[in-house]
């Protein structure tokens, strides 16, 4: 359903990764990812690929979940393969007029290919076991420090709030502003792509309008209720880190350092 | 003067309109709110009664004469935030209150603008939720909900700040009638059990008749002032403003008419009733 979409992918849990303090998380995440383009070796990515199952397994997700997450992106897996297998100078395994595959261009395409699988599946183990509210309130709290050079970390994150509360109620309003229309016989669904483009107007207009007049009662009503921005706010739930989180951290750590001394030592 | 929440003095208001001329919305309007009372606000669409209520938390203005809230004037912006804390309010529209998609994230956004200490906050929380009897919603997204539920969510919201008064500006003119009644029994519930202050603006006059007192505005200025009865049994007066009596008033105005011998100050349905048996 369209609601569904405050709780994005978040899959409720209380595995390891679900326990997990949401800054440790998205850290763990971004130097996760970079070291995943560390790798370059056949051993290396048999580690790789060790370590994301070892965390799909922390994650007690179900399997199918996980492989899921991939299948929107398949197009551009195949696609990297593809360019890989087709563009790699090397002995050709397979002619064709001025087509040829070779067999570094296969062995490359294949993993960079699983290189973006590994990308993919670990950010979804981020927001499978992370629920927005939550991946925001980890969002401010690490860029907070940056506050000093100006950027703007309670906005974004009161943006975020926002923007989760609106979205289902926005959806509802174009499901039901959509409904009124084709009851006075618009078509949304029909012709070619300019004019349904087109026929989206009516629809757009009284949506833009509603969410402006929205926007304004809100913030007279969040004024109301003495809201002046970020400073000496309070948190009802406030963070804090557990030992967990210097174990996932150190886990993570130790594997990008282990990629790093394959790739200087050639192993 | 201690037991004065908010008094007004000579209150005008001016809105600028589109092409430089000033709108007259309020004029020279003066009110006095007492602690504990529950005042009903009715009149007709653009008597100003959204901005006199602006008023009473710094939301507006004054452009001439004086609000006072506590004995703070309104019009000191030192302090605008001490006075938003002690008149809350609640606005028409349920869904454009409601700031997080968590309801008690949403009740404790109040307090934390206000800094208020994490396990403070948890117990305003749980009180004001518990207040409006939510406290089983806590955890549910608030588009969820049905409007009545999700406008005593807004209440609580303003209750987590924990003010003196509460402000209501047409809390169920978007409501559905079984909505209208949890709203309206929850604040008349607040208002007896808790002693909170409350003003109460509604089109509805079958709420107005449960208020202490009634305020009646007409362009800008408060024309009547008085008791339930006082202001409703006066069917044509109440009729010649565009507004219409409660239902039972109108009833025992038109059988008094008709040679019924009823009391002139009918105005619930209870009384009505209860007279009609009586005069068999
Ligand atoms: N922001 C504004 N700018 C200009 N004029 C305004 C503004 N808000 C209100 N007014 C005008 O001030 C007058 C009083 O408006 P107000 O909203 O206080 O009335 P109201 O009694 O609350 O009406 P309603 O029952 O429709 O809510 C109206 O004539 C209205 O057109
Ligand atoms: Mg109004």
């Known amino acids: ?65 996980v492989a899921r997450s991939v299948k929107p992106l398949w197009v551009i897996v195949v696609l990297t393969f593809v360019i890989h297998a087709f563009s790699t100078p090397g002995a050709a395994l397979f002619e064709w007029k001025f087509i040829s595959i070779t067999d570094a261009g296969v062995q490359q395409g294949v993993l960079m290919s699983l290189r973006l699988v590994f ?30 050079f100006g950027v703007p970390a309670h906005e ?39 004019k349904r483009a087109k026929n989206l107007l009516p629809l ?56 790093a001394w394959m790739r200087w030592s050639g192993l | 003067m201690d037991d004065i929440i908010i008094q007004t003095k000579d209150l005008c208001h001016l809105y600028p309109n589109g092409d430089g001329e000033l709108i007259r919305a309020l004029d020279k309007v003066s009110v006095t709110i007492r602690r504990g009372e529950f005042v009903a606000i009715i009149g007709t669409n653009g008597s100003g009664k959204s901005t006199l209520a602006k008023h009473f938390n710094a939301l507006l203005l004054p452009s001439a004469g004086q609000c006072l809230v506590d004995g703070l004037p309104v019009s000191d912006t030192g302090d605008m935030w001490a006075i938003r804390q002690k008149v809350g309010m609640v606005f028409q529209n349920p869904d454009n209150q409601i700031v997080a998609a968590v309801v008690e994230e949403d009740v404790a956004f109040g307090p934390e603008n206000l800094g208020v200490p994490p396990l403070e906050i948890r117990r305003r929380v749980d009180d004001a939720l518990a207040a409006v009897d939510m406290t089983d919603y806590r955890l549910h997204a608030p588009h969820l909900l049905s409007g009545g539920q999700k406008q005593r969510i807004a209440i609580a919201g303003v209750l987590a700040i924990r003010p003196d008064c509460l402000v209501l500006d047409e809390p169920t003119a978007m409501l559905d009638p079984l909505g209208r009644e949890e709203v309206l029994s929850t604040v008349s519930r607040l208002n007896k059990e808790q002693g ?85």
């Open chain 1, 1 to 65: 359903m369209l609601t569904d979409i405050t709780l994005g992918q978040y899959y409720p849990g209380d595995s390891f990764l679900h326990k997990l303090d949401p800054r440790t998380k998205i850290v763990a995440t971004l130097i996760f990812i970079c070291s995943i383009f560390l790798a370059s070796t056949y051993v290396a990515y048999g580690v790789l690929f060790l370590s994301v199952l070892l965390a799909v397994g922390l994650s007690r997700l179900p399997a199918k979940l």
């Open chain 1, 119 to 148: 990308l993919i599946v670990v950010s979804s183990l981020l927001t499978y076991t992370t629920s927005p509210i939550v991946l925001t309130d980890g969002i401010e709290s690490l860029l907070n420090p940056l506050r000093r």
């Open chain 1, 156 to 194: 974004l994150a009161m943006m975020m709030t926002i923007a989760l509360r609106f979205i289902p109620t926005l959806l509802e309003e174009t499901d039901r502003i959509m409904k009124a229309q084709v009851a006075r016989g618009a078509d949304f669904s029909s012709g070619h792509l300019l």
């Open chain 1, 204 to 259: 757009l207009v009284p949506l833009f309008i509603s969410a402006f007049r929205r926007a304004d009662e809100l913030a007279v009503a969040m004024e109301a209720r003495c809201y002046r921005g970020g400073e000496n706010r309070t948190r009802l739930h406030q963070l804090a880190y557990a030992p967990r989180d210097g174990v996932a951290l150190g886990g993570v750590l130790a594997l990008t350092l282990a990629l």
């Open chain 2, 196 to 280: 909170m202050t409350v003003v109460y603006i509604t089109h509805f006059m079958e709420e107005a008749v449960f208020a202490d007192r009634v305020l009646v505005m007409d362009k800008g200025r408060i024309i009547r002032e008085g008791t339930p009865k006082e202001i409703f049994s006066c069917v044509e007066e109440i009729a010649a403003l565009g507004l219409e009596a409660p239902l039972a008033a109108e009833v025992a105005w038109h059988l008094r008419n008709r040679g019924l011998d009823l009391p002139a100050d009918i105005i619930t349905d209870e009384e009505l009733a209860l007279a009609l048996c009586q005069s068999n």
